[in-house]
């Protein structure tokens, strides 16, 4: 997760950035650069979040790690054609050729579990993120319960890698969809993450930083609870606020 370099006379910390090629069934689909580890998670999470697979599926990296390749076994529940995405490690959507690739399908979110203001804000610092504390480098995704209970989080140098390791895992596990349960991000709230989020079934989305205008947009559209700056015992509440109490 991270590599020792050595700069002005000192030892450093540094996040490590890695690109992972996906292939389904043999055929090269994505790339994305991330922090190696939960590989496996973040392929099927990331399939999962474009509409291409409905469920688990077995992934692993192949027999030549040098290569940073990770094989996941198809069917895929659509054709992606001719598609092919490049993700850089801060962006979620680069590398789609058109408008309409951008927005994906998500079904109509439950009611929700309703939580209190205070627990809301609390919840980024229930995150775990040994990453970020020995390098300053590494966004994370936690998924919680309507109690406040973090159930795992997931660390990368790509916020969207984050949510992809999380919805990978929680799809490995049989949690997903995730109508009952709390997603909360380290950073700034993107466009990508409330797709992601929807398509996932979560019907809240935390982050410590500020949402855009488009994730606002898009959250209210598919009726995700967005709560931006949850810090210092305090949050804003952007849309649908009938699941926040308080």
Request: glycine share 12%.
């Amino acid at each position: 997760m991270y590599k020792t370099i050595v700069h002005d006379g000192v030892s450093d910390q540094v996040a490590l950035e890695e690109p992972l090629e996906i292939r389904v069934d043999g055929a090269a689909l994505a790339v994305t650069m991330r922090t190696p580890g939960h590989d496996e998670e973040l392929a099927l999470g990331f399939l999962y979040g474009e509409g291409l697979i409905e469920g688990p599926h077995e992934a692993g990296l192949t027999e030549d790690l040098a290569a940073n390749t990770i094989e996941v076994r198809g069917p895929l529940v659509r054709n992606p054609g001719a598609r092919r995405f490049y993700t850089s490690s801060s962006c979620g959507v680069c590398g789609k050729g058109a408008l309409e690739e951008v927005a994906v399908t998500s079904a109509p979110l439950p009611r929700g579990p309703e939580i209190a203001r205070e627990l809301v804000a609390e919840l980024p610092a229930r995150l775990r993120q040994p990453g970020f504390e020995r390098t300053g480098g590494l966004h994370a995704t936690g998924l919680f319960d309507a109690r406040g209970e973090l159930l795992f989080t997931r660390e990368d140098v790509g916020r969207h890698n984050a949510m992809d390791k999380v919805v990978g895992r929680a799809l490995l596990d049989g949690l997903v969809p995730l109508g009952e349960r709390v997603l909360c991000v380290s950073g700034r709230l993107s466009f990508e993450l409330v797709q992601k989020a929807a398509v996932a079934g979560a019907p809240i989305l935390v982050g410590v930083g500020a949402p855009s205008s488009l994730a606002v947009e898009l959250a209210a559209d598919r009726g995700v609870t967005l709560c931006g700056f949850a810090r210092r015992g305090s949050v804003n509440v952007y849309t649908h606020e009938r699941r926040v109490r308080g």
